[in-house]
C-alpha cells in the first residue's frame, strides 16, 4: 500500500506563493493534487507523470501553479503562485500506477492551503 508524506501549507495573503510537497512509498507513476474547498466537491489540480515529465492542470491554476518531480526521492511538488482567496482548500497528495490520478486515489488528511484576501 502505498504512504504518501506530505509538506507545506498555511495561510498566505492574495497574491503569494506557497509550495506543497508530497513524497510517497511504493510503486507510483503518476502523482498529483486534488483539492476540496468547504461545501464544495473535491477536484482535480494538477498531476504529473513521474517518467515522462508529462504534467495536467485544471484550467483555473494554469500559468499560476507548476507541478514537479524528484524521481530519485520519489517526491513532487506543487509551486502555487499568485495565490488567489479561490485556491483556499485541503490539498491532497494522490497517487496512481499507470493512469490519471482520480478523486479515489488521495491518501491522509491533506494539507490546509487558506489564502486570505
Known amino acids: 500500500q502505498v504512504q504518501v508524506d506530505e509538506s507545506g501549507g498555511g495561510l498566505v495573503q492574495a497574491g503569494d506563493s506557497m509550495r506543497l510537497s508530497c513524497s510517497a512509498s511504493?510503486?507510483?507513476?503518476?502523482m498529483g493534487w486534488y483539492r476540496q474547498a468547504p461545501g464544495k466537491e473535491r477536484e482535480f489540480v494538477a498531476q504529473?507523470?513521474?517518467?515522462?515529465?508529462?504534467?495536467d492542470y485544471i484550467d483555473s491554476v494554469k500559468g499560476r501553479f507548476t507541478v514537479a518531480r524528484d524521481n530519485a526521492k520519489n517526491t513532487v511538488f506543487l509551486q502555487m503562485n499568485s495565490l488567489k482567496p479561490e485556491d483556499t482548500a485541503i490539498y491532497f497528495c494522490?497517487?496512481?500506477?499507470?493512469?490519471?490520478?482520480?478523486?479515489?486515489?488521495?491518501w491522509g488528511q491533506g494539507t490546509q492551503v487558506t489564502v486570505s484576501s
Open positions: 494522490c497517487t496512481a500506477y499507470a493512469r490519471d490520478i482520480e478523486r479515489d486515489d488521495c
Open positions: 504529473i507523470w513521474l517518467k515522462t515529465g508529462n504534467t
Open positions: 511504493g510503486s507510483v507513476y503518476v
